[in-house]
Each structure stands twice: as structure tokens, then as C-alpha cells.
């Protein structure tokens, strides 16, 4: 799971207009009358012209064995029993590299997935759409008699996805539908990278996907077996959303989102100056409220270059997972972070120098110390930006 990017092959088989995958794990009561009802269904649009892919995960209740049981009567049918990954996500997308159709799709195993809507989506893409998605949520939709708690989640996961892929996820009133078709050639170059249970963000995400169209159904209750989403699919869920975000680009906070969070650096970076040099003048005995210091000492200049480099420090680390997070990832290793923190403090040197003969340049030329030290910090913290955005970071 996790890292492992899978493509899609171009060549299709003109002969199959559908390929109809069938994720399954322990749903043996209910696939049998599944593959029944779409046979039965799909026989008066396309006969022979579709296939039906189960691909189970090695269930305990044999489904792949009751599956491939049927496969005597009903030719069209393929089987694949997984032994080796799991998932829902990845159970599709194998058994899309295995389709031979112009069209791919998918419908839950377990009968919640009303087969004869297959007839509305199939005809949406055949018309021209990229994608055809059935939703619970457009007029003459329904999720069916769900608890409140269930509903309450699935509408938390909507707005979290339209929160976290405002572009991807708006396009669909249903975003995590699991019933819906595509056009393989919308997905036939993108690296598909699926975690979790939602395979047609990772299709919207990554596809080229121009024209969509939302089919209402009716979620049915399940009338065997058990759903098999666990608290681990909401935490992929969201590990997923976030993911994809950064892969679609859209990951990077606009400029003003990136110089704000400069800025609430910077300020942590003066909080962590104040700290080091009050934690020194307790250790070396010399006090931060007296008038008068002796500016010779030793240990106060010492102890200020270091309240300066940690605050250095300090910075680069919050810029480096926050600010500039997006342009980070791309160059993790050691070796390029030690780069960024070696330019970062160079940067943050130079800019230092330029504050402080600013400063005292603007005074000399009869500025108040009060404005002559507001501008010497606005130019000398845009110089550290710009830098740093252009040369270290390198975000555009
Ligand atoms: N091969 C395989 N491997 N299949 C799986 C796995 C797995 O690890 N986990 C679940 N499935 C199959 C189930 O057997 C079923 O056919 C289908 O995937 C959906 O799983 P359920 O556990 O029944 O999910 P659900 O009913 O809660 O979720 C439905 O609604 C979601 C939206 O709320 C599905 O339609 C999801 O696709 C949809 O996102
Ligand atoms: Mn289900």
C-alpha cells in the first residue's frame, strides 16, 4: 500500500465497451445475486460486449471461490483472488489494469449499490461523459435509512474533502461515492497512488477529467454480511486528501498565506532570541534589566550571537515543515536541508546587516529611532522572504 504508483494501460480491447470492476471481501451471501442481477442487466445494453471483474482479497468466507464458480455459466467473468495486498482502494485499480474495456468502473459487492442505476451511468459516459458518478446527494438520491451518526460522518467527510480539495472535490456532490464509470483514456497516463477507500478522488485528482455527470440512487441497507470501514479508513482518508493536494499542486498556500506564516516565524524566532539570552544571563550572571550594560563583556556578545543563531535555527525548522513545506518535500534528504539551513542563515545574516545600517542610516538622516527601526525591520524581513522564496525554497 502507501507509496506504490500503479498506471493504467492504454490499449483496450474494442470488443468490450465496459470493464465492471467488483471489490469484495467476505461478501459470499451477496455475490452471487450481484453478478445475477448485473448480468441480467447489462445483457440488454451491451450482451457480450463487458466484463466482470471480481477482485477479492483472500476472504475467509471464500467469495473468490463461490465467484469463480459462477464463471461455467457466465464467460464474461474474471476472477482475481489477491493474496498479497488488501485494500479497497488497490483492489480496484488491479483490477482495472487487468480490464480489457474502452470503459472502466466499479460497484460495491455487497448489493448496496442498486445494479439497474449501472444503466443511467453507463449511458451518461456513452453520451460523452469523462466520468459518470452515482450520488446519494443530487434530487432523487438518497442515502437510505442511515443512523444519524453515520450520516453525520459521511457529511463531515464531504466537507472535509471540499475543505482539504476545494477544485477536485466541488465538481461532485457525491465525492465519496464508490459507484461511478470513467473513461479509461481519462486515466490512462496519471500515476495512480490509491490508499484507503477513495478511489474516485484519486481519479478526479489525477485524470484528465473534462465532462462529469451525477446519477441519483437510493444507498440500500445491507442485507448480509458486515461494511468493513473502520477508524483506520478515516484516518487514510485524510492522510489521502492531504496527499493529494500537494500531488494535484494545489498544495501551496498562496503568497499572502506564505508571508503571513513568515511572519508568525519570525515573531516565534523573537520569542526564542529573548528566551536564550534570559536563560544565559541567569547561567552567567548578568542581568537583561540593568541601564548602563557594559557592552565589552564578553558573555553578553557571546551569549547574543547564540540568542541569535538558535533563533536562527528556530526559524529555518518552522520554515522548513511550514512556509515552505511544499517546496521541502520535494528535496527531503539530509544533505539538501543542511544546504537550505546553511543559505536560510546566510540570508538571515545579510539581512540582519541590512537592518541594522538601515537603521542606523534613516536615524543619521534624522528619522526617529521608532520609524527608523519599523522600516529597517519591514525591508530587512522582505529581503529575508524574497531570498529565501526565490533561492532557497525555490517554490516557483
Ligand atoms: N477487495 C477488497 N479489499 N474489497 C473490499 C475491501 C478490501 O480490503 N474492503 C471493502 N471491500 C469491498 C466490500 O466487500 C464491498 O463490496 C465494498 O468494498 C464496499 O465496502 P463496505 O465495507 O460495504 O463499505 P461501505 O458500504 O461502508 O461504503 C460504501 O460507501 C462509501 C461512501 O460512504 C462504499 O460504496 C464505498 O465505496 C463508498 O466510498
Ligand atoms: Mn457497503
Known amino acids: 500500500m502507501g507509496a506504490t504508483t500503479v498506471k493504467i494501460n492504454s490499449e483496450f480491447n474494442p470488443n468490450y465497451l465496459l470493464s465492471l470492476v467488483v471489490p469484495t471481501y467476505n461478501e459470499g451471501k451477496n455475490i452471487i445475486p450481484l453478478i445475477e442481477a448485473l448480468v441480467e442487466i447489462l445483457d440488454r445494453v451491451i450482451a457480450d460486449r463487458y466484463e466482470l471483474i471480481v477482485v477479492d482479497d483472500d476472504s475467509p468466507d471464500r467469495t473468490w471461490e463461490i465467484a469463480q464458480s459462477l464463471q461455467e455459466n457466465y464467460p464474461q467473468l474474471q476472477v482475481l ?81 471540499l ?7 466541488s465538481r461532485l456532490s457525491d465525492p465519496m461515492s464508490g459507484y461511478f464509470l ?32 451525477e446519477i441519483p440512487y437510493t444507498f440500500l441497507e445491507r442485507q448480509e454480511g458486515s461494511s468493513k470501514v473502520t477508524w483506520r479508513q478515516y484516518e487514510q482518508f485524510i492522510r489521502h486528501l492531504i496527499r493529494l493536494r500537494f500531488a494535484t499542486g494545489r498544495g501551496s498556500v498562496g503568497t499572502i498565506g506564505r508571508f503571513l506564516r513568515f511572519g508568525i516565524v519570525g515573531l516565534s524566532g523573537v520569542f526564542v532570541d529573548f528566551l536564550v539570552l534570559w536563560l544565559a544571563s541567569q547561567m552567567l550572571g548578568f542581568s537583561i534589566t540593568a541601564a548602563k550594560t557594559d557592552l565589552g563583556q564578553l558573555e553578553i556578545f557571546i551569549s547574543k550571537i547564540a540568542a541569535v543563531e538558535i533563533a536562527i535555527i528556530n526559524n529555518f525548522i518552522w520554515n522548513d515543515l511550514w512556509t515552505f513545506r511544499d517546496a521541502s518535500i520535494k528535496q527531503s534528504g539530509f544533505k539538501f536541508r543542511l544546504l537550505r539551513f546553511l543559505r536560510f542563515n546566510l540570508a538571515c545574516t545579510i539581512g540582519a546587516l541590512i537592518n541594522i545600517s538601515l537603521f542606523i542610516g534613516l536615524v543619521k538622516l534624522g528619522m526617529s529611532l521608532l520609524l527608523a527601526n519599523l522600516i529597517a525591520i519591514v525591508i530587512s524581513t522582505a529581503w529575508n522572504y524574497l531570498i529565501n522564496l526565490k533561492f532557497n525554497w525555490r517554490t516557483s
Not at 474495456?101 to 451518461?124: C, F, K, M, R
Not at 477507500?197 to 477529467?209: F, N, S, T
Open 182 to 213: 470513467v473513461r479509461r483514456s481519462a486515466i490512462v497516463d496519471c500515476e495512480l497512488s490509491p490508499i484507503g477507500y477513495k478511489i474516485l478522488l484519486e481519479v478526479m485528482g489525477r485524470g484528465q477529467i473534462d465532462r462529469v455527470a
Open 163 to 169: 475543505w482539504i480539495l476545494p477544485e477536485i472535490a
Open 81 to 161: 483472488r489477491r493474496t498479497e495486498e488488501r485494500g479497497l482502494a488497490t483492489a480496484v485499480i488491479r483490477g482495472w489494469q487487468a480490464a480489457q474495456g474502452e470503459i472502466l468502473g466499479v460497484i460495491d459487492g455487497d448489493l448496496q449499490h442498486p445494479p439497474e442505476t449501472l444503466i443511467d451511468i453507463y449511458s451518461a459516459v456513452s453520451k460523452g461523459a469523462d466520468l459518470a458518478v452515482a450520488s446519494r446527494y443530487i434530487h432523487g438520491a438518497s442515502v437510505g435509512s442511515w443512523s444519524g451518526i453515520r450520516q453525520f460522518l459521511s457529511r463531515g467527510a464531504v466537507s472535509l474533502a
